[in-house]
T-cell receptor, first 109, second 112 residues
Framework: RKEVEQDPGPFNVPEGATVAFNCTYSNSASQSFFWYRQDCRKEPKLLMSVYSSGNEDGRFTAQLNRASQYISLLIRDSKLSDSATYLCVSGDSSYKLIFGSGTRLLVRP | EPEVTQTPSHQVTQMGQEVILRCVPISNHLYFYWYRQILGQKVEFLVSFYNNEISEKSEIFDDQFSVERPDGSNFTLKIRSTKLEDSAMYFC??????????FGQGTRLTVV
């Protein structure tokens, strides 16, 4: 079983749409969780950390459910510039990051 | 804004040759990492480094790989005898205590 599992997509949505990505992780000892964004052939860039209480940053909302080992990301009012691959990431006590394979988002005009 | 910098951006090497990939982590960070991403695949952890020693390494990080922090600013990854399957994007990252990891722009290694 993959340590961090994501739907690869692509999700093809019109501008202005709301889109949700889900992710599951297998290691119950994982201590931290993140969403990173990766553009084609570029480095992963931190989008936001994910907390059990949920957190919001502008159009982006992330949620963690430890009981279900499930992480989500909601993007509201999609922009063309949101087109990228979204990486679900878990971290352990040694700060090592485990990446999912990513979910590709295409936002069309 | 502070950033992680990597050099070179692209390295082409012949199979069997040694390569050294260089990174300058963010200056007040304490944890340093190397990850790699084979084209079309996910980002994979190679090694973490803290307090001048390796704190964890993956199965990928075999005897052909080594890391070093030769001075107060640089963090290097050496591959002793490159193989075709070492071709990938190599990302350096750094983090502080209880802070998120930030990645460099990567070095694309092509082994021919």
């Amino acid at each position: 079983r993959k340590e961090v599992e994501q739907d690869p997509g692509p999700f093809n949505v019109p501008e202005g749409a709301t889109v949700a990505f889900n992710c599951t992780y297998s290691n119950s000892a994982s201590q931290s969780f993140f969403w990173y964004r990766q553009d084609c052939r570029k480095e992963p860039k931190l989008l936001m950390s994910v907390y059990s209480s949920g957190n919001e940053d502008g159009r982006f909302t992330a949620q963690l459910n430890r009981a279900s080992q499930y992480i989500s990301l909601l993007i509201r009012d999609s922009k063309l510039s949101d087109s990228a691959t979204y990486l679900c990431v878990s971290g352990d006590s040694s700060y090592k990051l485990i990446f999912g394979s990513g979910t590709r988002l295409l936002v069309r005009p | 804004e502070p950033e992680v910098t990597q050099t070179p951006s692209h390295q082409v090497t012949q199979m069997g040759q040694e390569v050294i990939l260089r990174c300058v982590p963010i200056s007040n960070h304490l944890y340093f990492y190397w990850y790699r991403q084979i084209l079309g695949q996910k980002v994979e952890f190679l090694v973490s480094f803290y307090n001048n020693e390796i704190s964890e390494k993956s199965e990928i990080f075999d005897d052909q790989f080594s890391v070093e922090r030769p001075d107060g600013s640089n963090f290097t990854l050496k591959i002793r005898s490159t193989k075709l399957e070492d071709s990938a994007m190599y990302f350096c990252a750094s983090s502080g205590v209880n802070t998120e990891a930030f990645f460099g722009q990567g070095t694309r290694l092509t082994v021919v």
